[in-house]
């Protein structure tokens, strides 16, 4: 029995991870805003780049 596993030709290169995720939000996404419980917002945004 072969262990050899071919994905598919449209899978991605790398394990998909909650971290790559979160950085392509953060490359896609930065004024997309998240909210949680209604009671707290959040965006993709450096804080330093909060103020400006």
Do not use: C, W
């Not at 909650?18 to 896609?28: D, G, I, Y």
């Not at 998240?34 to 917002?41: L, P, S």
């Amino acid at each position: 029995m072969s262990s050899i596993y071919n994905g598919a030709p449209s899978a991605y290169d790398y394990p998909l991870l909650v971290k790559q995720l979160l950085n392509r939000a953060k490359t896609v996404s930065l004024d997309q805003e998240i909210v949680y419980a209604d009671k707290k917002r959040f965006t993709y945004k450096p804080h330093s780049q909060l103020r400006k």
